[in-house]
């Protein structure tokens, strides 16, 4: 049913796109904007695609009563989307990470139970959009943002991220400019509370120099199973976090204790590939086979700051994997010495079924 709705929706737009006269409205060059927007209201990436397809539905049928001489095309399909996105999340509970909802744990071998009743916040596929839509999609960022009041949430999107005027976001919202002006300092507000703010410069991009360098030093130490050496990459008060297990550990020590425990599970020989998400360096870690090759394990997010990784997000969730393209089983050739450029080699894509946490 859901492909079904979402085919539906792509071929109203497409209709649109190809049937209409010179000057028509065309909305088809906004949907990778109005998904990163979702993203950020929603924290789901599947939900975000789900809801521009609903508001690319709602503008087609809506077509004949819009007037450019009232509001543009972008900031008339953002008031859809908006509005779109409070419905959906009318009654839900936020998608937090395993650090929004608890203290640490002290137990490196505490059970891996995976909670798949809780409605996990997701990471965004960089690959899907432009680089300059990736702005202020941090995934610690998007989790903030989910402790707000979804109003609140999406004037300070609307207003920080996307720089719409406060007249725009009022009328966007049927509300007014005092009204936005006040919800945006008390998000603001919320934000520095939680310690996180939407420009935050200290955090290392993906392609920066020194941020790859920690990025590689740390694909060598964990294929290598080598402990003290990823340890030796962490903050002191590095943050490691596993949804759809509600675990999470602070501290370089406990995250080595944990990933010592993963390695004595799982052996040496692992496999990673580099890619991002959330406009923040990522990893597939793929583990070895006892049959030979290797099988998807985690998709890792990292946040760095200062030449150390400060935060690990991993996720195991078979949904999260497949909005990243991966593939489930890898065959890695480092007959070539270790080239990251011949580092693996596709053999076969398969439909990865919903299971347990690996470990």
Request: proline share 9%; glycine share 8%.
């Given at each position: 049913m859901e492909g079904e709705c979402r085919g539906a929706a792509a071929g109203a737009s497409r209709a649109l796109s190809s049937s209409c006269h010179a000057g028509a409205v065309d909305f088809e060059p906004y949907r990778a904007e109005l998904v990163a927007y979702c993203y950020r209201m929603l924290g789901s990436f599947h939900e975000?695609?789900?809801?521009?397809?609903?508001?690319?539905?709602?503008?087609?049928?809506?077509?004949?009563?819009?007037?450019a001489g009232r509001a543009s095309l972008r900031t008339w399909l953002y008031r859809i989307a908006t509005n779109v996105?409070?419905?959906?999340?009318?009654?839900?509970?936020?998608?937090?990470?395993?650090?929004?909802?608890?203290?640490?744990?002290?137990?490196?071998?505490?059970?891996?139970?995976?909670?798949?009743?809780?409605?996990?916040?997701?990471?965004?596929?960089?690959?899907?959009?432009?680089?300059g839509l990736r702005a202020d999609l941090r995934l610690a960022l998007v989790a903030a943002m989910q402790t707000l009041p979804?109003?609140?949430?999406?004037?300070?999107?609307?207003?920080?991220?996307?720089?719409?005027?406060?007249?725009?976001?009022?009328?966007?919202?049927?509300?007014?400019?005092?009204?936005?002006?006040?919800?945006?300092?008390?998000?603001?507000?919320?934000?520095?509370?939680?310690?996180e703010a939407v420009d935050a410069g200290e955090v290392g991009e993906p392609e920066d120099p020194k941020v790859r360098e920690v990025i590689e030093r740390y694909m060598r130490?964990?294929?290598?199973?080598?402990?003290?050496?990823?340890?030796?990459?962490?903050?002191?008060?590095?943050?490691?976090?596993?949804?759809?297990?509600?675990?999470?550990?602070?501290?370089?020590?406990?995250?080595?204790?944990?990933?010592?425990?993963?390695?004595?599970?799982?052996?040496?020989?692992?496999?990673?590939?580099?890619?991002?998400?959330?406009?923040?360096?990522?990893?597939?870690?793929?583990?070895?086979?006892?049959?030979?090759?290797?099988?998807?394990?985690?998709?890792?997010?990292?946040?760095?700051?200062?030449?150390?990784v400060a935060r690990n997000v991993v996720f195991a969730d078979p949904a999260v994997f497949e909005a990243f393209g991966l593939s489930q089983e890898i065959l890695f050739d480092r007959s070539d010495g270790g080239d990251e450029s011949g580092r693996c080699r596709r053999y076969v894509r398969v439909t990865i079924e919903r299971e347990g946490h690996p470990t």
């Open positions: 975000a695609e789900d809801q521009v397809q609903e508001t690319m539905l709602r503008a087609w049928k809506a077509r004949d009563r819009y007037d996105c409070l419905t959906a999340l009318e009654g839900r509970a936020r998608r937090p990470l395993p650090s929004g909802l608890g203290a640490p744990s002290d137990d490196p071998g505490a059970p891996l139970a995976p909670a798949f009743g809780v409605p996990w916040l997701q990471p965004f596929p960089d690959a899907r959009v432009e680089l979804p109003r609140q949430r999406a004037v300070l999107v609307l207003r920080e991220v996307l720089e719409f005027s406060a007249a725009e976001v009022a009328v966007q919202l049927g509300t007014t400019v005092p009204a936005v002006n006040s919800a945006l300092q008390r998000a603001r507000a919320a934000l520095a509370a939680a310690g130490a964990f294929e290598r199973a080598d402990v003290p050496a990823l340890v030796r990459l962490l903050t002191d008060d590095a943050v490691l976090e596993m949804p759809p297990v509600p675990l999470w550990y602070r501290g370089s020590h406990d995250y080595g204790l944990f990933m010592r425990r993963v390695f004595e599970m799982r052996g040496t020989g692992w496999g990673l590939t580099r890619l991002t998400a959330n406009g923040q360096p990522a990893l597939a870690a793929y583990a070895p086979e006892p049959g030979g090759g290797h099988r998807l394990h985690t998709l890792q997010v990292f946040t760095v700051t200062g030449g150390r």
